[in-house]
């Protein structure tokens, strides 16, 4: 579940630009006169879809994001975007053990979140779509 949570984590900056991308997929699927009504349908289902997935991942991350401290917050996001710990620990200005712990902590309050979520019957499932899979997920 860490990896999932890294993962989902790392698509956050990038989840309003996508959608708003399928959505000028879905208009320029509407207006292309050249598709067969079918290719269109099948086309624009494919996009709901999409536009379905980015929507509830970025609940998801809501979610997750919403048990974390600032600084939790801080060290995950530059985590998952590739800085390394003695980068983040001059940036925030705490020693690199701390932003390893903090990292740790957020991490478990990530899988702790994702854990509930499953246990209530969230269907991760519709994250396939978007190249990320859930554990025991098939």
Request: aromatic share 4%; with cysteine; proline share 1%.
């Amino acid at each position: 579940m860490e990896k999932f949570a890294a993962e989902a984590i790392a698509m956050m900056p990038d989840l309003e630009k996508n959608a708003a991308m399928t959505d000028a997929m879905l208009d320029k699927t509407a207006a292309d006169a050249k598709l067969s009504t079918e290719r269109a349908i099948e086309r624009m289902l494919r996009l709901v879809e999409r536009k379905r997935a980015l929507c509830a991942l970025a609940e998801v991350c809501r979610r997750m994001t919403s048990v974390m401290t600032e600084r939790e917050l801080r060290i995950i996001r530059g985590r998952t975007a590739g800085q390394t710990e003695e980068s983040l620990a001059a940036e925030t200005g705490v020693c690199r053990s701390t932003v390893h712990s903090c990292h740790a902590r957020a991490l478990e309050k990530c899988v702790w979140v994702l854990g509930a979520m499953k246990r209530a019957g969230y269907d991760f499932s519709v994250f396939a779509s978007l190249g990320l899979r859930f554990p025991n997920d098939t």
